[in-house]
């Protein structure tokens, strides 16, 4: 029997607790051995809950005891989950989380102890909840040079945009519904800013390097400033917008970068609606392949949490290769990245903007305002331009 113990009994944690029981007929066999929840570690009590004498406030009862071989991560944030994970692993203990936070703030350091202490550090769920996106990284698209990941990594966002889409609402509009229903936090920022789709596209582009892609390096754009007005454009374009988290081997150097982006309704990230999640790889032999599936939620999230641990029971004593050096991974300065702009300018601005942009076609969807898409040109190129356009009222990159 293998002994598991479970950091945090908030919503991952108790649906890690709840798969384990629920399909534990399907998973002792895979596993090998069977999976016992020994210990429950919160500060709250849980009484009347079936695990309730399982629950344990110092984790040095987990830590210390010897029995205990998988330690599943669901606390969130970087402390103090961070110290337990560390401790966890220099017992010799493999630790299974869901948390993109720590993972991409500590990734490295803490596969390297992992190592060298014969156990393993796993996250499949830090990225898009329940899709298997690390482990065909780490195994399945081995063989692969992959060339860029586009990723539609943030449940939240994807949800706003497509009711956005949708229903012609405005962004405050839908976030309050989305706050009322659950399906966005009461303090949104993490998302709506695109600091969660950050972590998430850093980790995935450590995993593609093989070195440390900073999360602080990763140019966010947040979806905050897109309007109902700029989905008529999108229509009027055959495009949606979603907020696309992104990483590519430009041949001169990797560039990362989270962005809401138009695109185009024949691309398959155009079909990935409501509280979904995709990531599209692009392999130099495979070419083209899609893992898509629940970003969130808890037994979708849960479920990729007790694979790891699954994964670790049929490694005990051994590591599972993960490549993620300490080294970082310079990104290129994504300005000299290049691709279209959608832009948008009042009436007033139409002849400067010809000047600078050379003929396009124009949108017209309001009143006392067009709207076109450029050339392909580099994000200085870009910037340089709309300097000098103070008629122009927004831009939105356009990917696909
Ligand atoms: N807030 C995240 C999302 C949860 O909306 O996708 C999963 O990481």
Redesign the pocket.
């Known amino acids: 029997m293998v002994q598991v113990a479970v950091l945090g009994y908030g919503t991952v944690g108790s649906g890690v607790v709840e798969v384990l029981e629920e399909n534990k007929a399907k998973i002792t066999p895979r596993a090998g051995e069977e999976l016992n929840v020994k210990y429950i570690l919160d500060l709250r009590d849980f009484p009347g809950d079936p695990y309730e004498n399982k629950v344990v406030h110092d984790v040095n009862v987990i830590l210390e005891d010897p029995e205990v071989q998988v330690v599943c991560e669901t606390m969130g944030g970087v402390e103090p989950a961070f110290t337990f994970s560390k401790k966890a692993l220099m017992a010799g203990k493999s630790v299974c989380t869901s948390n993109?936070e720590l993972v991409a703030a500590h990734g490295p350091e803490l596969l390297k102890l992992a190592k060298e202490n014969k156990c393993n550090y796993l996250f499949e769920a830090s990225v898009g909840?329940g899709i298997p996106i690390i482990r065909p990284m780490n195994s399945a698209l081995t063989a692969e040079k992959i060339e860029s990941i586009h990723g539609i990594l943030?449940?939240?966002t994807n949800y706003i945009l497509t009711k956005m889409d949708k229903e012609g609402a405005d962004f405050e509009e839908v976030l309050k519904e989305a706050q009322e229903k659950g399906y966005a936090e009461r303090n949104p920022e993490a998302?709506v800013e695109g600091y969660?789709a950050c972590r998430k596209i850093a980790i995935l582009s450590s995993l593609m390097t093989g070195k440390s892609v900073k999360y602080e390096d990763i140019y966010t754009e947040g979806i905050t400033k897109i309007t109902s007005v700029d989905f008529k454009y999108a229509k009027a374009l055959n495009k949606s917008i979603k907020l696309l988290a992104m990483s590519k081997d430009e041949g001169d150097g990797y560039v990362a970068m989270v962005s809401p982006c138009m695109i185009s309704q024949e691309h398959p990230l155009f079909c990935v609606s409501d509280v979904f999640n995709a990531v599209f790889v692009h392999g130099n032999m495979l070419g083209d392949s899609m893992y898509y599936g629940r970003?969130?939620g808890k037994l979708a999230t849960a479920s990729a949490v007790v694979a790891d641990v699954i994964d670790c029971a049929r490694h005990l004593g051994k590591t599972v290769t993960c490549l993620w050096d300490e080294e970082v991974m310079e990104l290129k300065d994504y300005m000299d990245s290049a691709k279209k702009f959608f832009v948008r300018v009042n009436n007033e601005g139409m002849d400067k903007a010809a000047e600078l942009f050379g003929t396009f076609e124009k949108v017209e969807v309001v009143d006392g305002e067009f709207g076109f898409v450029t050339e392909v040109m580099t994000e200085r190129e870009f910037a340089a331009k709309a300097e000098k356009l103070p008629e122009m009222i927004s831009r939105i990159r356009v990917e696909f």
Do not use: E, I, M, V
């Open positions: 993109k909840g943030n449940g939240t998302d969660d970003g969130a």
